[in-house]
């Protein structure tokens, strides 16, 4: 490959193939070119068989011109036959249009033949309008992960949707109210708690029903979700209907548990402390009629402008913030006078104490003079106590005996 | 010149029978075709050399209606004549 074949080589091919002598064949090709030569020199045209023609030109560089045979040019190009020239299905500048932009950028208005059409092969999703896709807050809390799916507006679908949501409303158990009754029974001195516990019970209950209330007016096909929604919706009603009013001890002149359905239950009797006198009893109603007023100028979260129908229907039951508060007062100067009694009587009693000390007063004098006569004792010395001494013979110094010694 | 006034021509000038100059012409030109299918250069010294060149694909275009070809790549065997030749065709 991409050698130079000489003559002598094509000669000994020639001559191998054409069963001639390599001289033989090397001198039949040096004769034919050489008449090739002389013919081309006169002007005309040369034609091997099997290899193509030769024309004198009057071009300076290449006076022969060579045009190989047909059938040379097949045998030459014979491994690329199977190559045809193909049309490209693009223009080359939009092809090189889509390598610089990406599909995105590819032209709309596409010139020639081979017209990509990307448009064709997107999928198209019918147009869903937001006014015709339905979904309920509580379908898409109750169902994990596929209720995300928007879906497009039909009878059908939308039926379902409503039942779901119905189905998934949680329905107030009737033994909670009960057993909040019994708590509220067995437990009277948490009155102010469970005043509060109903409040919420109440908002609770009020905010399922608006919950639980299904938008089914603009769908054509939902009437009978439509009516077990408003089923659903009367029942979640009734169980809001028992008023629960806080149970109160008789000492405050309170009404009494009542529930519907059932008989009022009685609280035990609850005497915290004695009755109080008439007195003090009107000071207490004073503070808390002082304590009542500021309570009730304060905003409610429970009762305020956002629900006005919340707000009356605490005013006609009575059970409110303000009148919880004014029992928190109550109980609260209660306590504090009992708390100040207390205090009062152990002050008294500390006084007692002390004074039962001070009157059996202790003067220093006596019991200076007293110990002084203790120390006097202990230090006089006894007859007993006293050393034997036996005298010295004469001779010997009894200035020191003497002195020293007493006579028996 | 037609090949069978080549034969004779031959055969006159080399004195061999026709038969011999006709299936050496043939054997000729099928090594030159064999040695052009290998991309071989065949020199014929005081005539020129049979050169194969390989041209890789390409796009065409075609000026009159715009429309563009993939052409597929192709050999081309290009005869260069040597220099005596073409001081015999300067003459």
New interface residues.
């Given amino acids: 490959?991409?050698?130079?074949?000489?003559?002598h080589q094509?000669a000994e091919?020639?001559?191998a193939?054409?069963?001639?002598t390599a001289i033989?064949?090397q001198?039949?090709?040096?004769?034919?070119?050489?008449?090739?030569?002389s013919?081309?020199?006169a002007g005309?045209?040369?034609?091997?068989?099997?290899?193509?023609r030769?024309r004198?030109t009057d071009t300076a560089n290449?006076?022969?011109a060579?045009q190989?045979a047909e059938e040379?040019?097949k045998?030459?190009?014979?491994p690329?036959d199977m190559?045809?020239?193909?049309?490209?299905s693009a223009?080359?500048d939009e092809l090189e249009a889509i390598d610089r932009r990406g599909i995105e950028g590819l032209p709309t208005e596409a010139?020639?033949?081979g017209k990509v059409d990307i448009a064709s092969d997107m999928v198209t999703f019918p147009s869903q309008s937001p006014e015709n896709v339905t979904v309920s807050d509580e379908g898409i809390e109750s169902r994990p992960s596929d209720s995300l799916i928007f879906r497009p507006s039909s009878e059908a679908s939308e039926e379902t949707i409503i039942e779901e949501s119905v189905v998934d409303v949680p329905i107030p158990d009737e033994p909670s109210i009960e057993a909040v009754s019994e708590e509220i029974a067995h437990l009277p001195e948490k009155f102010e708690d469970v005043t509060e516990d109903k409040d919420k019970v109440d908002h609770q209950e009020a905010d399922e029903s608006i919950v639980n209330v299904p938008d089914v007016k603009e769908s054509a096909g939902g009437k009978e979700g439509l009516e077990e929604g408003k089923k659903r919706s009367e029942k979640v009603e009734d169980f809001s209907a028992p008023e629960i009013t806080a149970p109160v001890p008789p000492a405050f002149n309170e009404p009494s548990v009542k529930t519907e359905g059932q008989q009022p239950v009685q609280p035990p009797i609850f005497n915290p402390l004695p009755p109080f006198p008439e007195e003090v009893e009107e000071k207490v109603l004073k503070t808390c009629a002082s304590v009542e007023a500021p309570a009730s100028d304060l905003p409610n979260p429970n009762s305020g402008a956002d629900n006005p129908q919340r707000e009356g229907e605490s005013s006609n039951q009575g059970v409110g913030p303000a009148r919880s508060s004014s029992r928190f007062g109550i109980g609260f100067a209660t306590g504090l006078i009992v708390g100040l009694a207390v205090g009062a009587l152990a002050m008294f009693v500390l006084f007692l104490a002390m004074t039962r000390l001070e009157s059996r007063p202790v003067s220093s004098t006596e019991e200076t003079e007293e110990t002084e006569e203790t120390v006097q004792t202990v230090e006089k010395p006894t007859v007993g106590d006293q050393p034997s001494v036996t005298p010295r013979p004469e001779g010997t110094d009894q200035s020191e005996g003497a002195e020293g010694s007493n006579p028996a | 010149m037609s090949n069978e006034k080549i034969v004779e021509e031959l055969s006159r000038r080399l004195d061999i029978p026709s038969s011999q100059v006709e299936a050496t012409l043939r054997a000729l030109s099928n090594c030159i075709r064999e040695y052009c299918c290998k991309l071989d250069t065949v020199a014929i010294p005081g005539f020129g050399t049979f050169q194969p060149v390989k041209y890789a694909e390409k796009i065409q275009t075609d000026l009159s209606t715009g429309k563009q070809m993939l052409m597929p790549p192709v050999v081309e065997v290009e005869f260069k004549s040597s220099v005596v030749l073409r001081k015999r065709l300067a003459r």
């Fill in positions: 490959m991409n050698s130079k074949i000489s003559i094509l091919g020639v001559g193939e054409a069963h001639v033989t064949a001198l039949i090709i040096k004769e034919l070119f050489d008449l090739a030569s013919t081309l020199e005309e045209e040369f034609e091997i068989e099997g290899i193509g030769f004198h290449n006076p022969v060579f190989p040379f040019a045998e030459v190009n014979a690329f190559f045809e020239p193909q049309p490209l223009p080359l010139t020639g033949v």
